[in-house]
């Protein structure tokens, strides 16, 4: 069974520093791409951070300067680097990947990590 573990989630001060990381497991084949989204209490589950097979990445403009994502390719791997952390940034991460993975037969899915809770509060 594939699925994504994340973890590094936690009480922070505001300007202060958390390392995510998501751990994808299982039978996979290749990674299109991983990546992390974010939920805030009363507020619509939105992009913060994607890096893509080919290396690029793509960021929200709210982490944009503050956030890095990175991928260990031989560890399937992603991690999410905030820094300057915001009460605003405080929300639930949820991993997300975009994986081909085989079971019985090779098939592409998109999987996702139970979250971590970030808590930006002094």
């Known amino acids: 069974q594939v699925q994504l573990v994340e973890s590094g989630g936690g009480l922070v001060q505001p300007g202060g520093s958390l390392r995510l990381s998501c751990a994808a497991s299982?039978?996979?084949?290749?990674?299109?791409?991983m990546g992390w989204y974010r939920q805030a209490p009363g507020k619509e589950r939105e992009l913060v951070a994607v890096i893509f097979g080919g290396g690029s990445t793509d960021a929200a403009d709210s982490a944009k300067g503050r956030f890095t994502v990175a991928i260990d390719n031989a560890k399937n791997t992603v991690y999410l680097q905030m820094n300057s952390l915001k009460p605003e940034d405080t929300a639930v991460y949820y991993c997300?990947?975009?994986?081909?993975?085989?079971?019985?037969?090779?098939?592409?899915?998109?999987?996702w990590g139970q979250g971590t809770l970030v808590t930006v509060s002094s």
């Open positions: 997300n990947a975009h994986l081909r993975i085989m079971e019985v037969t090779p098939k592409w899915v998109e999987v």
């Open positions: 299982g039978s996979i084949l290749s990674v299109n791409a």
